[in-house]
């Protein structure tokens, strides 16, 4: 039985990389308990293939579409039984992934959203951050990079086994850069005020 393109290894890069992790390829996740639904959107037939048969080995339910104008239908159908997930390209003819967001926010507040894209800058166009429930993953990602981001935003951590503390918040663990972009985000916070 011999693998065909549509059946080829999928890459397998972690999101996170953890030093001292001797296998290399991220963390060990349990399957999903709990099932949620998403829809993945996406114009080039290859990349919304390879997204859903990723995302579709971690025990999701997926809905796909190849154009935001498709999904859009698919949203306001009467019945559409509603999205835990938008999965969608950023640069699409006709809807783009933000004004898809928009219309799925409208129906189901609750959505959260992962933009792929291949041009983060433009992402952040017009806007200093994204909105609560929203991510970005670039375009190349790996299997892993891609079932660890939709983790982290669905669930907020990628694995029962592993809980990681947050090193962030660790001052010991900084270097001075870190310190000195910590020091101009308070102040330019306080300015705001």
């Known amino acids: 039985?011999?693998?065909?393109?549509?059946?080829?290894?999928?890459?397998?890069?972690?999101?996170?990389h953890r030093p001292g992790d001797p296998s290399g390829t991220g963390l060990k996740r349990a399957p999903l308990d709990i099932r949620k639904r998403l829809l993945v959107v996406d114009d080039e037939l290859p990349i919304l293939k390879l997204v859903t048969r990723i995302l579709a080995t971690d025990n999701y339910d997926i809905a796909s579409a190849s154009s935001g104008d498709d999904a859009a239908q698919m949203i306001n159908a009467p019945g559409y039984p509603g999205v835990d997930l938008l999965v969608t390209d950023l640069m699409m003819p006709g809807l783009n992934g933000r004004e898809l967001a928009m219309i799925t926010r409208r129906r189901f507040p609750d959505v959260r959203v992962l933009y792929v894209t291949g041009f983060a800058d433009t992402l952040f166009k017009d806007l200093t951050e994204l909105d609560a429930g929203e991510s970005f993953i670039e375009k190349p990602f790996g299997t892993d990079g891609l079932l660890e981001a939709t983790r982290l935003l669905m669930f907020e951590k990628i694995s029962e086994e592993e809980e990681q503390p947050d090193k962030r918040d660790d001052i010991d663990q900084w270097t001075d850069d870190r310190l000195r972009a910590r020091i101009i985000r308070i102040l330019r916070k306080l300015r705001m005020a």
């Open 1 to 16: 039985m011999s693998a065909g393109p549509d059946r080829a290894p999928l890459p397998n890069v972690p999101l996170i």
